[in-house]
Structures are given as C-alpha cells and as structure tokens.
C-alpha cells in the first residue's frame, strides 16, 4: 500500500503520544494500512499559522516516511501560501530542526522556523 494523507483524528493523536493542539487546528495523518508515519496539525495565530508535528519513531528509518515527508511538505507549502507558517524545534527531541528543514521550513533564530510559500 501507499502512504497517504487522512484527515487527522484523536487516535492518531494519541498513538503517537502527541498532546492535544491548544487550539482549533486542521491536520493529516501519514498512514499506510494501519501503519501510522506521522502527523501534522496548524492552527491559526494572528497574522500566521503554527504547525505541530510528530513523527513515528519506530518508522523513522523507513523509505516510506520519505514518501510522507513529501505529501506533508507539499500540503504545507500549499498553507503557507496564505500565510507564513512558524515552528519551533524541540531541543530535547534528537533530529526535531532536522524534520522541520526537511519540511521546507528555515531557521528565523534559536529554535523558532518559519516557511514562507510562493505566490
């Protein structure tokens, strides 16, 4: 089977152990059959967008979470045409700057990344 996008549901939320969004957000999950690769959520905050995202660990190394890194960083680009899109990478998450560059996303300063898409 092929990775796809789903619309994001509390399951996936919590097998992946990732909290709820502080607010009214949209998202996808990266799934194949049952196998969840990850998931992304934004939600609106004034004159931006802020993403969350998790990915699963045990599918860290696979070929097919390459394949969901690219439907995820195609679907962000198409939000960040709106508006920019900001994250911060998790200092005490190994690789967490490194998934968000993967994302399409560049280093503002410290921790904090913005995507900016193209009109």
């Known amino acids: 089977m092929s990775v796809r996008l789903v619309p994001l549901a509390e399951h996936h939320l919590a097998a992946l152990g990732a909290p709820l969004p502080p607010k009214t957000s949209r998202g996808y999950a990266c799934v194949s059959g049952d196998t969840l690769y990850g998931l992304f959520c934004w939600y609106p905050d004034r004159h931006r967008f802020v993403l969350l995202a998790e990915v699963n660990d045990e599918q860290r190394d696979t070929f097919a979470i390459r394949r969901a890194f690219l439907l995820a960083r195609t679907k962000l680009g198409e939000i960040a045409t709106a508006a920019p899109v900001h994250s911060l990478a998790d200092p005490n998450v ?23 898409g193209t009109s």
């Open 94 to 116: 190994e690789g967490s700057a490194r998934l968000l560059e993967h994302l399409g996303f560049r280093r503002v300063r410290g921790d904090l990344f913005e995507l900016k």
